[in-house]
């Protein structure tokens, strides 16, 4: 079943780019995860966020790698950390692949 989507709605969401620049475990939250800090360029700055992305990537591959995330969601907290924003992935069993531009692109810019 579908529950379709007005153009109107899917505009209201902000997925940007944005360059992770800080990786670090996070052994409060309740699944491995990571927290991570983002850089999503002068306009939105950097925003933090945990990722349960730790059985696909290292902390040290996760730096300098472009991701898309939205932006515009309500803060979140996660255990002892509060969330800024939500990176999109491809999820498969407990295993998430994030999603990122095929070439790097500039900080912030909006997926549609």
Do not use: H
């Not at 983002?38 to 300098?64: H, M, N, P, V, W």
Request: proline fraction near 4%; charged fraction near 25%.
């Amino acid at each position: 079943m579908t529950n379709n989507l007005s153009w109107s709605d899917f505009e209201k969401v902000e997925m940007r780019v944005g360059t992770i620049i800080e990786a670090n475990d996070f052994p409060e939250a309740r699944n491995p995860s990571y927290q991570l800090l983002i850089d999503f360029g002068s306009e939105f700055g950097q925003r933090k966020t945990s990722a349960q992305i730790t059985s696909l990537y290292s902390k040290k591959e996760l730096l300098g790698k472009q991701v898309v995330a939205v932006v515009n969601f309500p803060k979140k907290q996660i255990a002892n950390f509060m969330s800024e924003c939500l990176v999109l992935g491809a999820v498969e069993g407990k295993d998430v692949t994030l999603l990122q531009p095929g070439k790097e692109v500039r900080n912030g810019l909006r997926i549609l």
